[in-house]
């Protein structure tokens, strides 16, 4: 019996002990500049959450925090290099391309599961259906007719197979019938540079991207894929007011971390953030570009996480998408 007790009390000991020395750690952390790795090119709606965060979190830290951006493989790369990062100061602006659709498309060199955990939920923007300027169609109705009179001569652009971009499209695609092609970019920034030259004619393109562009006349917004209208964009219907409902889409974003971070760690960077959500000119940053903030708890996120990788399981599955 007592070599039991001890043991017993020797095994608390230890784990006071452990517990002790990570929260010591996770006080002196962070002891060098942080990474936020962004998956896509710089002017991309995940480049603009990262930095909408970035600016705040530093000062908040005590650290500089340094975007960097690592586009391809749908948004996949960063979250790879985070996935593997050992440094310890290392965190990665996940969405939804990436942590719940890529898994169901891609062999990837990480377990989306095993090796990132969601820390704290940023935001989430809607699709908005755009056409160039120079597309004879004013509505959504005018464009499934151009397109059914014209079948595959008209181009889609998108972030990358198997982004929401381009779901989003599959989706459009499947309810109207009609034909296009897929023009896969490196990112937002260049599919829209070549939207707004001609290059290509349609995009099914993240808010906080095309917003802009929008509303510089650049680009002809014709619906929003949300079930409600967007507060930047009150003249735009829904694609359900268009005529075509149940094609919704929306781009979620969020800071996830190695799973080996500690607890503590992972806590000081969701308090932080929320913390940020909460001023009110970073909340004007993010509206500006379409986003709607929701701030969860970390338990909250890895719930929705889960759910929306079932989620967009089934829709993949469903209308046969595939990358190419």
């Known amino acids: 019996m007592k070599i039991r007790l001890c043991a017993a009390l020797a095994a608390g000991a230890l ?13 002196d952390w962070p002891t060098r500049p942080l990474r936020l790795l962004v ?18 979190l530093g000062p908040l830290l005590k650290q500089t925090v340094v975007v960097e951006n690592k586009p391809g493989a749908s948004n996949t790369l960063a979250a790879d290099l985070a996935a593997k ?11 939804s391309t990436a942590h719940a659709i890529a898994p169901h498309l891609l062999k990837l060199g990480y377990d989306n599961d095993r090796d990132l955990t969601p820390v704290v ?15 004879p169609a004013q509505s959504v109705q005018e464009l499934i007719a151009l397109l059914k009179r014209k079948p595959g001569e008209y181009n889609f652009a998108s972030s990358g197979s198997g982004s929401t971009q381009h779901i989003a499209a599959e989706l459009f695609k499947d309810a109207t019938g009609v034909q296009m092609t897929h023009i896969p970019y490196r990112g937002s920034g260049p599919a829209m540079v070549d939207l707004m030259g001609g290059q290509v004619q349609i995009a099914f393109e993240t808010a906080s991207s095309v917003i802009p562009h929008i509303k510089s006349g650049k680009v002809r917004a014709l619906a929003v894929l949300s079930a409600k209208r967007n507060p930047q964009l009150p003249d735009v219907p829904t694609m359900a007011e268009a005529g075509v409902p149940g094609v919704e889409m929306s781009a979620w974003y969020g800071i996830y971390m190695p799973s080996a971070t500690p607890a ?21 940053r993010l509206q500006a570009i379409g986003a709607d903030i929701n701030p969860m708890s970390q338990a909250q996120f890895a719930q929705f996480h889960q759910a929306e990788n079932q989620r967009y399981a089934g829709i993949i599955k469903k209308n046969h998408i595939s990358v190419e």
């Open 15 to 27: 784990c006071l002990s452990a517990f002790a020395t990570a929260q010591a750690q996770s006080a």
């Open 39 to 56: 998956g896509s090119a710089p002017g991309g709606g995940t480049d603009a959450m990262a930095r909408a965060v970035a600016d705040k």
């Open 85 to 95: 990062s050992a440094d310890g100061h290392t965190m990665v602006m996940g969405v």
């Open 121 to 135: 939920f940023v935001g989430a923007v809607p699709n908005i259906l755009v056409v160039n300027n120079a597309v």
């Open 264 to 284: 503590a760690v992972q806590m000081r960077v969701h308090d932080a953030v929320n913390s940020i959500l909460t001023l009110p000119d970073t909340q004007a």
